[in-house]
């Protein structure tokens, strides 16, 4: 029952740092530059897509948001697919922490740039809900 316990975990911790680069803007670095933290308020889904037309971003982030809610549900009763449960856990949690961030504020705070990162990753600002996100669609793919 670990993959129950996921989804409020990386809601917390998202919501914790988001919080504390809402009260204090003053952008950081972390090792040596590699990774700068900011404050960016995204009006719009990854990459900014859809900024012009924030209300269809939220709708379709709330549709979304409770697909997977009942998807997880349902596999909830099913025995084993340990991997699957735990990729729709960390899903789960980064899409309704950035889908609570839309409704309740307009936009998500992302903060996380890896400076040193290659090509055009090292222009993209993250935050833990899309590693939550991405890494779960991956696992729950791959399951």
Known sequence: MLHMLIAPVI??????I???RED????YELLDGKIRIITYHNKGAFLGHGSKRPFLVTVLSVFLTVVMGLVFVFTLTMKGLKPLKFGLGLLLGGAFSNTYDR???GYV??????SKAPGFIK???FNISDFAI????????LS
């Open 134 to 141: 991405i890494t779960g669609a991956l696992i729950s793919a």
């Open 123 to 125: 222009n993209i600002v």
């Open 24 to 27: 204090n803007d003053t952008p």
């Open 109 to 114: 705070t992302d903060y996380l740039i890896f």
């Open 103 to 105: 409704i309740k504020k």
């Open 11 to 16: 809601v917390g911790l998202d919501h914790v």
């Open 18 to 20: 988001k919080k504390s």
